[in-house]
């Protein structure tokens, strides 16, 4: 779920992982998260609009995900 912690209000619930989510990171600007799941999936979701970008498949259970800065070099 994504909170708008100034208001107290719910904004999305992140629906799409099929078991636990064992972890998740906002990127630097806010505007991503980031999800690894039990189900052998990481995805990439918008903030502002709760969808999924990205969704990235494993042969096991996705257990940690993070964000890397982009490098000029």
């Known amino acids: 779920r994504i909170w708008d912690t100034q208001r ?3 904004k999305h619930t992140l ?3 099929s078991d636990n989510v064992e972890d998740s990171c906002f ?3 806010g ?3 980031v999800s690894a ?3 052998k999936t990481t995805r990439i979701w918008d903030t502002q609009s709760g969808k999924v970008l990205s969704e990235f498949r ?3 259970m ?3 995900c993070d964000f890397t800065p982009h490098s000029s070099n």
């Open 27 to 29: 990127s630097a600007d």
């Open 62 to 64: 996705a257990s940690s």
């Open 37 to 39: 799941s039990g189900d």
């Open 15 to 17: 629906d799409g992982h």
């Open 58 to 60: 494993f042969n096991s």
């Open 31 to 33: 505007n991503r998260v």
């Open 8 to 10: 107290g209000q719910l």
